[in-house]
């Protein structure tokens, strides 16, 4: 069994690279068109990075295209989520083009194309043992969870669907959750929980959420 672990991995990995690879070159041109709306809608920075957990927990910078202005209250404090999110960085997260610069994480190796998304680091303390079990695969683009509901879950729901992916990983089940998600993404559903931005932000198991554009995703 082991060894069979050992080959899937450098299967999924050699798959991730060629994918990755030529993804970035394919879109290019996309990229190009995206990062300069941004810049003329949004302004500066163009990509949003943030340090997510990968994998076993450990830390890496997640690339994706900003979505939101800066925009602030007379009290300096950012406006809420909502009020800047812009049409474009709405029109990105539906169509799920913001994810696009992910494709620099694959092939760096801090991602793959298929795992349970990168959350927020300071979650990590709130996960409970089975719920941790996620960092047991590297995090990826899509996963199961993205297929069954993406943002419009329960975090129970979603940490169960993670850990489904983590026992029962193969290439027929990449295959399968690649398939639906270019579904999902035509559709355009599950992009959000109703009134947040994303997800509310997960506070642990017997916690409540309260809105973060970092919630989910």
């Known amino acids: 069994m082991a060894s069979a672990g050992v080959a899937f991995d450098a299967q999924k990995r050699l798959v991730d690279v060629v994918v990755a690879g030529v993804g970035l070159v394919v879109l290019s041109p996309l990229l190009a068109v995206i990062a300069v709306l941004v810049r003329l809608r949004m302004g500066s920075p163009v990509l949003f990075t943030q340090v997510r957990p990968g994998w076993r927990g450990a830390p890496f910078r997640l690339l994706k295209f900003r ?3 800066d925009r602030r209250g ?5 406006l809420p989520d909502a009020e800047r999110l812009t049409w474009l960085g709405r029109a990105l997260r539906t169509s799920s083009l913001d994810e696009l610069p992910e494709l620099v994480n694959v ?14 680091m300071e979650y990590l303390e709130l996960y409970t043992p089975e719920q941790a079990r ?6 990826g683009i899509t ?3 993205q297929v069954n509901g993406r943002n419009d879950t329960t975090w129970d729901e979603r940490f169960a669907n993670d850990l489904y992916y983590v ?3 193969s290439m027929r089940l990449d295959l399968q959750i ?3 998600t270019v579904t999902q993404v035509f559709r355009g559903a599950g992009v959000s929980q109703a009134g947040e931005a994303t997800m509310a932000r997960f ?3 017997a916690g409540t959420g309260v809105s973060d554009a970092a919630g989910g995703s």
């Open 74 to 78: 007379p009290d300096g404090a950012l």
């Open 178 to 180: 690649l398939q639906r």
């Open 67 to 69: 979505t939101m202005t």
């Open 107 to 120: 092939l760096r190796g801090d991602m793959s194309l298929v795992g349970p998304r990168p959350l927020l």
């Open 203 to 205: 506070t642990g198991t």
């Open 134 to 139: 996620r960092h047991e695969v590297r995090p």
């Open 167 to 169: 026992e029962h990983r």
């Open 143 to 145: 996963g199961w969870a």
